[in-house]
């Protein structure tokens, strides 16, 4: 019987622990800018000057969401010449993005 509820409290810490880390992530797509930044990087690789010029997003701001992003670890960057390009990378941050293109950016048929 211990070892049913060892099972039972395994399961438990582990469903624990992937609710803490889907909480995580859906902080940090809470916020409306980090929301449309990574819209953006689910359709490919931006400069910051696109996403800029694209989103409405003035640079300060801009810049104070890609480095949330890249410190959740959901983006990457990398220079191509005197550009920075940022690129989704996380999996999940791009499953969550595609069901919630599909539930808010999909217009009906009627």
């Not at 582990?14 to 689910?42: T, Y």
């Not at 000057?49 to 959901?74: F, K, N």
Request: glycine share 6%; proline share 4%.
């Amino acid at each position: 019987m211990s070892t049913q509820m060892e099972k039972v409290s395994m399961d438990l810490e582990e469903m624990q622990s992937a609710a803490g880390r889907a909480c995580r992530l859906m902080k940090v797509l809470s916020n409306p800018d980090r929301l449309l930044i990574l819209c953006q990087l689910s359709q490919g690789e931006r400069r910051v000057g696109e996403l800029e010029e694209l989103l409405g997003i003035v640079q300060p701001t801009l810049s104070q969401q890609l480095t949330v992003l890249r410190d959740e670890a959901l983006v990457s960057t990398r220079r191509e010449g005197k550009h920075i390009v940022y690129g989704l990378t996380s999996p999940k941050a791009l499953a969550v993005m595609q069901v919630l293109y599909e539930q808010f950016c999909v217009c009906e048929k009627p």
